[in-house]
């Protein structure tokens, strides 16, 4: 089982509309996790993270936690064209390195 | 602004040749990684280093070696290059300092896509 599961997509939306990224992952001891951006031919970038139960919200970015779950999403409000990218989940144990899904293609469509 | 800069965005080499990738980091930053990334598979952790001459392999290895002689540079070294070596090569840096959260967010440099022909 991998460790950060991400579906691959492409996943869809119209623009103007409410996209939602998912990712599961295996180890409970998972501390801090992290959504990362990659446009195409380009290096990730952070959007945010979060390591609390809940929701963390940055703009029209949410990021969701269920740690009983083991469950970590990203919402985009109002999708733009210019969201159309990969994303990457990320997450860490409590040190310093991070393991990534291999990511969800978002395409916004006009 | 963090900034990671990899010495070259496309490379081309031939099998067998040795090959050097460099990454400079101007943040003062203590760790650094190296990934490389292909479709399918995700980002792969290389190696990666905690401080200045210190290295530790990360998932795949094999076939790469790395220096880290000063703390700003950090530098991919492939002995002998072979054609399952063709790949996006990331480089990142982090601070362990700071709050949870900051203190693992990894920074990444252009990248350098690297074809062995």
């Known amino acids: 089982q991998k460790e950060v599961e991400q579906n691959s997509g492409p996943l869809s939306v119209p623009e103007g509309a409410i996209a939602s990224l998912n990712c599961t992952y295996s180890d409970r001891g998972s501390q801090s996790f992290f959504w990362y951006r990659q446009y195409s031919g380009k290096s990730p970038e952070l959007i945010m993270f979060i390591y609390s139960n809940g929701d963390k919200e940055d703009g029209r970015f949410t990021a969701q936690l269920n740690k009983a779950s083991q469950y970590v999403s990203l919402l985009i409000r109002d999708s733009q064209p210019s969201d159309s990218a990969t994303y990457l989940c990320?997450?860490?144990?409590?040190?310093?390195?991070?393991?990534f899904g291999t990511g969800t293609q978002l395409k916004v469509e006009l | 602004d963090v900034k990671v800069t990899q010495s070259s965005r496309y490379l081309v080499k031939r099998t067998g040749e040795k090959v050097f990738l460099e990454c400079v980091q101007d943040?003062?930053?203590?760790?650094m990684f190296w990934y490389r990334q292909d479709p399918g598979l995700g980002l792969r952790l290389i190696y990666f280093?905690?401080?200045?001459?210190?290295?530790e392999k990360g998932d795949i290895p094999e076939g790469y070696s790395v220096s880290r002689e000063k703390k700003e540079r950090f530098s991919l070294i492939l002995e002998s290059a072979s054609t399952n070596q063709t790949s996006m090569y990331l480089c990142?840096?982090?601070?362990?300092?700071?709050?949870?959260?900051?203190?693992?967010?990894?920074?990444f440099g252009p990248g350098t896509r690297l074809l062995v022909l």
């Open positions: 280093s905690y401080d200045v001459k210190m290295k």
């Open positions: 943040m003062d930053h203590e760790n």
């Open positions: 990320a997450l860490t144990g409590g040190g310093n390195k991070l393991t």
């Open positions: 990142a840096s982090s601070t362990p300092g700071g709050s949870i959260g900051r203190r693992e967010t990894q920074y």
